[in-house]
């Protein structure tokens, strides 16, 4: 039987037609296409320094991407099984979970319930902080266990910020990254205030395992694909873990590990190029990182993450009217425009949404959020700009994926990649798999079939909820390796086990709200 298609499928790109657009305007898109694009070679010359950065991380002397060694040890079988929380400390929202991990292989059920983060809380005190998360962790339990005598039960916090660990039950805060500015957290371990808050108010939670997003991606991908080696988040931040053998990881020589056992380590990749040698920085990049909270710190970030492709866009148009010769949206009140930040990521997914090629929607949305009505040039330039930000991020952040899969000589696997950008930025996915495939010169696919969705050697796929059932994951994997005695890397064993139901499914229903 034909299908009927009730839908026209989606052009990787518009035509769009620069006809009727003035020649001095059509100078400045040109000039800000030089500015934007990066080359094939670029690509390569970008990803090779990356690959000796990831190593230069990992030496005794350090480099720029801090490569932090998580002491999550290994992948999990898929038979891991008992009853964790999760805590999602992210940008919007705080996500709390109750995870059970059945007997059945690769399987789960979760409970959920997500608060709002009160934006003041990013630039207020460490307390606060503390304080206003374990109100959520103690709401939820009250609200999900009423009534009822509970052990301690194991938490996986993932805490998405460049922390070092001794331990995987500790993280001492490096810095605060994607705008977040909280005094007197920076250099100090994390855990211990926030213990101290859930000790306070009497919740009954055991901290188990202090993760990173990246590597809750990972693992949570991994716990349903056997290929995958790589977790990547493209958000609000970006950032990738991978797993590491000890023997390969000079700055953990003194500790005489296994060298055949495997460790994940959260890269920081942000922080790739802090020193401005590789990567194509335009005076807006400089602009955005001058006035950030932390100038000079998370380069490649502030070029890529979805904190600030939006500053960008709203950058080069506030330039383009005030300063350059070509004039745009002239006689028009900017003020709106001139407010930081006030465009996000969103509002340039949607002008690359626009499905008309009038560009009607973009017309629209610049009148209703900014009052400025665009003409008919000004509309292509606003969308070809779009464009070229939405294209530079997806191939840098490529270069960090391939340049990992160098490091580590994976010529085909799976990469698992979540976060808002990845997921919602139109073409992301497309414009990063066109640049893996320049970068390690492709030419035909897995089995020798055409390049595509399922055959490229290397293919960076929608994750599993990595802060939810990744940090799940790797709090029940550190029970185990605790229950075993391996307990390397673990600060509080015995804590671990006093007073915590570790991990019998069949001990209590959880009742599955949502079953993937
Ligand atoms: C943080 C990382 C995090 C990434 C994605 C970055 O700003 O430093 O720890 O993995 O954002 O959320």
Redesign the pocket.
Known sequence: MATRHTQPRRQPSRKGSMADIPKDLLQEIKRLEDLFTVDTAKLKSITSHFQSELAKGLSKEGGSIPMNPTWCMGFPTGHETGTFLALDM??TNLRVCEINLPEEKGEFDIIQSKYRMPEELKTGTADELWGYIADCLQQFIEYHHEGEKLDKLPLGFT?????TQDFIDHGVLQRW??GFDIDGVEGKDVVPPFEAALEERGVPIKLTALI???TGTLIASAYTDSEMRIGC?F???????YMEHCGDIPKLEHMKLDPNQEIAI?C?W??FDNEHKILPRTQYDIIIDKDSPRPGQ?SF?KMV?GLYLGELFRLVLLDLHEVAHVKIFEGQDVSSLKKPYSLDASFLSDIENDPFENLSETHDRFEKALGIKCTKPELELIRRLAELIGTRSARLSACGVAAICLKKNYKTCHVGAD?SVFNKYPHFKARGAQALKEILDWDKGRDGKALGKGHDPVEILPAEDGSGVGAALIAALTLKRVQEGKVMGIRDPEGMLKGTKAADPKSKEVAPESKK
């Open positions: 992210g940008g805490f998405s910020y460049p922390a990254t994607k990173n997003d990246t988040i958000g609000t931040g970006c950032n990738a873990a959260n920081e942000g922080a998370q970030e993450a976060g």
